[in-house]
């Protein structure tokens, strides 16, 4: 009995939560730290913080338990935005239910939201925590929490795939990052015309371990502009390009002096920088 309760990864949170669309009540599952559960490992270019699997407790992948979700209805969001949902999107977030259910449900046919999460609940739930923003309005910040979800969404099917090779998993997690792609570029774009502040983010994340804030948000709509944004356009590809070349090179001081950017950012940034300018110079040849 002791080990088994040593071996636990998560626990049921004292606070009961109530569905702001179906009234389910519910309490969250979160994540135990601690006693040599997660073991930091490196951290990639898109900011992911990778862990190595514990001899004890196995592979934890902390972003299965960022989202809320109601294990009824499965609407889903950031904790901090759950129970602040508008009252008048609640109906259509109701009317969205079963679209929700069966969507999903082409990608994981048995999730189960009430029991314990795995990968695959914990995929699924970015999955809806992107979908749900559909429904919140510009002050929340939606389009940048989307994006966020997104990458998230990508990192862990790219887990999945490792575990479930030859299935298509590496397919979604590409897919996935091109909708990242977008929606962070969306983002930067909504709030330098004034469309849609960022005010309504306090945590950019992107992993869990770091907020990497404004600038980071800025450097991963560069990089992933350059990994996976649209190339069927030589001409736009090269002016899209063109574009995260200068905002890299304004936000980090490179060309310039950059001791005044010091920071897990800057050899990013620097790196990113350099690839930028390679694919240019390559197409200018």
Known sequence: MNEERELKISFQSKEEYVCPVCETTFHREELLSGS????????TDELHRLYEPSVKYGDIYPLAYQATVCPECWFASTDKDFVNLPAEAKQKVAEDKENRITDLGQIFPKIDFYAPRGLTEGTASQYLV?????????????????????????????EIDKKNPGQHYDWLSRLFKKKAQFLYNEAIRREQNGQESLSGISFFGPDTDKNYAYEGALYLSALLELKYGPRKDPVLRAASLGEAKRTIAKIFGLGKSSKSKPGPLLEHARNLYENINKELNETDE
Not at 36 to 43: E, P, S
């Open 36 to 43: 040599g559960r997660l073991i930091a490992g490196a951290i």
């Open 130 to 158: 992107l979908r749900c923003y559909d429904f919140y309005p510009e002050e929340f910040s939606p389009t940048i929490k989307q994006g966020i979800a997104a990458l998230r969404a990508g990192w862990l099917f790219e």
